[in-house]
């Protein structure tokens, strides 16, 4: 989830590296649940005499596969493969399961940074950070974002250094 040590650049050091907050994975956690109660259900309640209840049971554990795969599974690998990496010099946001995809906000290119939070998203710490830059993309809205206003603060003076010109307080 970091940046290796090799794609730094000279003098900049991690600040933070995170993930998405795990709330995301509410939602694919209860469709677990879900999912695998009704298919034991379905499973369960097909008669044993019929002439065609080993493949409607083959037929329900494959539906519940599918389900799984689709409402648990793929949600848990995009929480898993999506990362934030706060540097001395860069905003790195990486993000896709089999498809990488890396944008990069220099410090230097930070206009402003704010952060919005619900009430439900302040009982869980998180929130949402929003980043413009002056570069092609402008805008950037980061949703569920793990204490937040910890990141908002080191995202801030580290803008702050950069427009200063300082490196790490320096």
């Known amino acids: 989830m970091t940046l290796p040590?090799?794609?730094?650049?000279?003098?900049?050091r991690v600040?933070?590296?995170f993930r998405p907050h795990w709330k995301r994975l509410i939602g694919p956690t209860l469709a677990l649940v879900l999912?695998?109660?009704?298919?034991?259900?379905a499973i369960y309640l097909v008669p044993g005499g019929w002439e065609y209840a080993s493949y409607a049971r083959i037929a329900a554990?494959?539906?519940?596969?599918?389900?799984?795969?689709?409402?648990?599974?793929?949600?848990?690998?995009?929480w898993r493969n999506t990362g934030y990496t706060?540097?001395?010099?860069?905003?790195?946001?990486?993000?896709?399961?089999?498809?990488?995809?890396?944008?990069?906000?220099p410090m230097a290119k930070?206009?402003?940074v704010s952060s919005d939070q619900t009430f439900g998203e302040r009982l869980f710490a998180c929130g949402t950070l929003t980043v413009e830059s002056a570069g092609d993309?402008?805008?950037?809205?980061?949703r569920d974002i793990p204490r937040i206003q910890d990141v908002r603060t080191d995202l801030f003076r580290l803008v702050e250094d950069a427009s200063d010109g300082d490196i790490d307080g320096r």
Request: glycine residues 6%; aromatic residues 6%; positive net charge.
């Open 61 to 78: 554990a494959a539906v519940a596969l599918a389900l799984l795969t689709i409402w648990s599974f793929v949600p848990y690998l995009r």
């Open 35 to 41: 999912i695998v109660a009704a298919a034991g259900v």
């Open 110 to 112: 930070v206009n402003t």
């Open 15 to 17: 600040i933070r590296s």
């Open 86 to 105: 706060l540097t001395t010099h860069r905003f790195t946001i990486s993000t896709g399961v089999l498809n990488k995809s890396t944008d990069e906000i």
């Open 137 to 142: 993309r402008g805008q950037i809205v980061l």
């Open 5 to 12: 040590d090799h794609h730094l650049t000279q003098g900049e």
